[in-house]
């Protein structure tokens, strides 16, 4: 079964900076491409950031280039993603996703809220 667990949400004044997690099991973690969204309610979940199966490559929306960055360790199983100069506008749930040929699979998501 797969899972995917995300955690580092929290409350942080608007410049700050916060790390968030999302720890896979149940695939092969290292053949997934993963990517972080995140959801406020009544708007449509948005793509933050991309990373490709080996970490070569990524994207990243406009909103939030030059502020986050996304990366991997495969030997963890793990995504990160470093949010630095936090605007009020980047709270969200944020949630990691990655999609089979027969399945989307979804963590959990984990709150980030920024605010002074």
């Known amino acids: 079964q797969v899972q995917f667990v995300e955690s580092g949400g929290g409350l942080v004044q608007p410049g700050g900076s916060l790390r968030l997690s999302c720890a896979a099991s149940g695939l092969t973690f290292s053949s997934y491409a993963i990517t972080w969204y995140r959801q406020t309610p009544g708007k449509e979940r948005e793509l933050v950031a991309w990373?490709?199966?080996?970490?070569?490559?990524?994207v990243y929306a406009d909103s939030v280039k030059g502020r986050f960055t996304i990366s991997r360790d495969n030997g963890k199983n793990t995504v990160y993603l470093q949010m630095n100069s936090l605007k009020p506008e980047d709270t969200a749930a944020y949630y990691c996703?990655?999609?089979?040929?027969?399945?989307?699979?979804w963590g959990q998501g984990t709150q980030v809220t920024v605010s002074s």
């Open positions: 996703h990655t999609a089979s040929k027969i399945s989307d699979y």
């Open positions: 990373i490709s199966s080996t970490g070569g490559s990524t």
